[in-house]
């Protein structure tokens, strides 16, 4: 799991993957796959300090029965903080539980990274 104050990625296949959960009043709600787009994927991703976003798209590390965040991220890219981010202000939308967002980020943006050379 990684996280930060306020976003995590749980049940994912390594430190840099899994569905987003954002935390509020002391509760981590999952975030439906509608209310996030690639530059929302950005934003959590250079949070977490772990690259770019390579996948996102929801159910991708199962359901869940929490109550889902309520508000769509209409992030432009460039926050520092998925909270950062401005919101639709509405609330109330529901969200089935596998359409919970997963993202996978590129790997820590710190870390090297090796890659197996292709050939022709």
Do not use: Y
């Amino acid at each position: 799991m990684t996280c930060s104050d306020s976003v995590r990625l749980v049940d994912g296949t390594g430190l840099c993957s899994g569905r987003l959960e954002v935390r509020s009043d002391q509760r981590w709600s999952p975030v439906c796959e509608e209310d996030l787009d690639l530059q929302g994927a950005q934003v959590v991703c250079r949070e977490l300090d772990c690259g770019a976003p390579s996948v996102f798209k929801g159910g991708m590390f199962g359901g869940v029965e929490a109550p889902f965040w309520t508000k769509k991220f209409q992030c432009e890219g460039h926050e520092s903080a998925l909270l950062d981010c401005p919101d639709s202000g509405l609330t109330g939308n529901t969200c089935p539980a596998a359409t919970a967002v997963g993202l996978t980020c590129s790997g820590r943006a710190g870390a090297l990274i090796d890659f197996p050379l292709l050939s022709h």
